[in-house]
C-alpha cells in the first residue's frame, strides 16, 4: 500500500507538472522546480502522522548467502527495486528505440512540428509520458522509506531527488547510460555508512558530501559549449 501511495502522489505532482508545461511561455525546469518544493512541503505536513509507525519493509535480496561472514551479508542485501529498475531501464533503451509508442515520445520531444504533420497531440503525448515517467519516480522515492529504515522522516531524501536529474543531464537521456552513473553515485554515496560500519568514524559527514561534490565536477567537466544539448530533447527549454 505504501508503495502504491507513494506512486500515486507523485504520479499527481507529474500529471500537473506536464499540464502546466503544455502551456506556452511555461519553463519546464523552472516548473519542475516549484513542483518539487510544493512536493517537500507536502510530505512535511501529511508525512508528520507517520514518523513513527513502521512500514512493512521491501525484501532484500541476499547477494551474500555464500558467505559465512555476517558482515559481508549485511553488505550484499540488495533492494529488490534494484533488479527491477534495471530492467526496466534496459526496456525503456529497446522501447524508444524499436517500437512506435517510445519513437513517438520521443519524437514529441524534439519536434513538435513532425508530431503534428502525423496527426498526434504532442501535449497528450508529453503529459502521458511524464505522468508515467512520475509514477516510476514515486515509486524509487518510496523505497528510501520502505527499505531502508522503514519509517518515514523529514528530509530523508537529502536531496537525491536533484542528484538524479544531474544524472540525466550526466548520462545524455540515455536509459542504459543512467544505470552505470546511477551506480556510479550510489557508490560515492555508500562511501560513508560502508567507513561507520567498520568502525571508521572520522569524517563520515566529510564522505556524505561525496555524492554532492561529484555530481558538481561531472558536470562542470562534461558541460563543455553545445555538450549540454547533446542527446537531450530538442525542445527541451534548456536548450532552446
Known amino acids: 500500500h505504501e ?25 519546464d525546469v523552472a516548473t519542475g522546480i516549484a513542483l518539487m518544493l510544493l512536493g517537500t512541503g507536502l510530505a ?15 525484501p532484500a535480496i541476499p547477494l551474500g ?5 555476517t558482515v559481508v551479508r549485511s553488505a550484499l542485501q ?8 534495471i530492467a526496466l531501464a534496459v526496456f525503456l533503451w529497446w522501447a524508444f528505440a524499436r517500437t512506435r509508442a517510445g519513437l513517438l515520445v520521443r519524437m514529441a520531444g524534439d519536434s513538435a512540428n513532425a508530431t503534428r504533420a502525423l496527426g498526434y497531440s504532442v501535449s497528450g503525448i508529453r503529459i502521458a ?11 524509487g522515492g518510496a523505497s ?3 527499505f531502508y529504515p522503514g519509517s518515514w522522516n523529514e528530509g530523508i531524501s537529502s536531496g537525491q531527488g536533484l542528484i538524479a536529474v544531474a544524472l540525466v543531464i550526466f548520462a545524455r537521456w540515455s536509459p542504459l547510460r543512467c544505470v552505470g552513473a546511477a551506480l556510479l553515485f550510489g557508490g560515492a554515496g555508500a562511501i560513508g555508512p560502508a567507513l561507520q560500519s567498520v568502525g571508521v568514524g572520522w569524517g563520515y559527514h566529510l564522505f556524505n558530501t561525496v555524492p554532492y561534490v561529484l555530481t558538481l565536477v561531472i558536470l562542470v567537466l562534461t558541460c ?15 536548450t532552446r
Request: charged residues 10%; contains cysteine.
Open 3 to 27: 508503495r502504491d501511495a507513494g506512486g500515486h502522489v507523485v504520479d499527481a505532482l507529474a500529471l500537473l507538472h506536464g499540464l502546466l508545461c503544455s502551456l506556452d511561455r511555461v519553463h
Open 44 to 58: 512535511f505536513y501529511l508525512g508528520k502522522p507517520l514518523i513513527q509507525p513502521q512500514a512493512p519493509q521491501i
Open 65 to 69: 548467502f555464500w558467505s559465512d561472514n
Open 78 to 85: 540488495v533492494n529488490a527495486l534494484v533488479p527491477i529498475g
Open 129 to 139: 509520458a511524464t505522468t508515467a515517467g512520475g509514477a516510476i519516480a514515486g515509486l
Open 144 to 146: 528510501l522509506t520502505l
Open 224 to 238: 563543455k559549449p553545445g555538450s549540454v544539448a547533446i542527446g537531450s530533447p530538442g525542445e527541451l527549454s534548456s
